[in-house]
């Protein structure tokens, strides 16, 4: 093995966004009277965010929702997200995220991000750390959310790597799939 570069997921690997994930697919899921838990939760993990309602919706037994009303349904979803997202701050990203970061471009690594998120680029602005990664590839330039591959060969391109030359670094099923 060459390694030369690493992709990192982001929700749940670099800041633990999975927790407002959750806190705001659960909001929805009260709302309209959904059983939601934990379990579900984690089965959300490195899809997308239209996936990831159809998973919600699966415990829905009212009438069936039309494309327009899913996509308000994921708009508020994401608006709830996207308060929660506004509490973070460069101080929810421990010294030993920035430190290991910074040691790993000392050894002449190269650093991507390859995440399902659209929200990607607000986070890791907010954390302050756009500036440890040489390539963002997130939601806004797929087609296709893990398990596809898209995400990380994208990925590897940005980093003008083969995908044999890099690592994937994750916490969900989907992106470990995806990976491989
Ligand atoms: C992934 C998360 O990183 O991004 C998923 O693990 C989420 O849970 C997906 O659904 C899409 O995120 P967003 O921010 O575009 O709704
Ligand atoms: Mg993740």
Redesign the pocket.
């Known amino acids: 093995m060459n390694i030369k570069g690493l992709i990192f997921?982001?929700?749940?690997v670099i800041v633990h966004t999975?927790q407002y994930?959750y806190q705001a697919w659960k909001k929805l899921a009260d709302r309209l009277e959904i059983y939601f838990d934990e379990d579900i939760n984690n089965r959300?993990?490195?899809?997308?965010?239209m996936e990831?309602l159809d998973i919600l919706l699966e415990n829905y037994h009212g009438n069936t929702f039309s494309l327009q009303d899913k996509e308000k349904l994921a708009d508020e979803k994401?608006t709830y997200?996207r308060s929660l997202l506004e509490n973070m701050m460069p101080d929810h990203v421990s010294d030993e995220v920035r430190s290991t970061l910074a040691e790993l471009r000392n050894r002449g690594l190269k650093l991507a991000i390859g995440?399902?998120?659209?929200?990607a680029k607000l986070i890791l602005n907010k954390v302050e750390l756009l500036s440890y990664f040489d390539a963002i590839s997130d939601?806004t330039n797929i087609t296709y959310?893990k398990p596809n591959p898209e995400v990380f060969i994208k990925a590897a391109q940005y980093l003008s790597l083969s995908t044999e030359e890099c690592a994937v670094i994750e916490d969900?099923n989907a992106g470990i799939d995806a990976a491989k």
């Open positions: 997921d982001l929700d749940g999975d994930h959300l993990r490195g899809i997308s965010r990831s994401n997200y995440s399902s998120s659209k929200n939601g959310s969900a």
